[in-house]
């Protein structure tokens, strides 16, 4: 249950999506291939210092309170936009970081994860947003592929469309620092967005 601190630490960070103007409308494609009426760059936030740290520490924060720092050994990056959280993050926990590769390696050790990774290290998976779970899904499978063991997955972002479900299906529980539905209603609420731009995205979210 979100403590009172938690919902106004959700409000600063939607306030600092707006600020960095991450939030855009119009018609996109995204990674999935699914159509979107906006769209959510999250990769500009290191761009923003500021932003940045207040977003990796807010990432530290939930995964110190609601996973625990005993339940994993490792925390690891998903290509591309995670690898910058996952490597802050990792450093503010003083874990070990690992990054996955979008292919695998067709020169030295072939491997599709970079860092040092033993068969049972307990890997918590770092994504700046989810909307199907496919990239998270996909990185997952590379990680348990080498010997890991993927439980948990955090983000920064939860379009709300499928994913957390699917990520489910595979066994991997699936924490979000901001759902998109939150993000739309705190936009409104402070008037940087009208009441049309939130219906169109409450709209995309899947019910």
Known sequence: MATKTDETKKMEMA?????????????????SGKAS?????????????????QICDFYAEQITHNIGLKSFDRVAG???????FASQIAYNLGKPFLYVRKGVRLHGRKRRVEGILSSGDR????DDLVTTGLTLNRAAKAVRAEGGIVKEAIALLDREEGGKE????????????????????TLFEIEAIDEESRKTILKQIKK
């Open 15 to 31: 306030k600092i999506l707006h600020k960095i103007d991450a939030l855009k409308f119009g018609v996109f494609k995204l990674t």
């Open 37 to 53: 009426p906006y769209y959510i760059d999250l990769r500009v936030v290191p761009s923003f210092p500021g932003a940045f740290r």
């Open 78 to 84: 998903v290509p591309l936009a995670g690898i910058p």
């Open 123 to 126: 890997v918590l998976i770092v």
């Open 166 to 185: 699917k990520l489910e299906k595979n066994g991997i529980r699936l924490f979000s620092l901001l759902k998109m539905s939150e993000v739309a209603n």
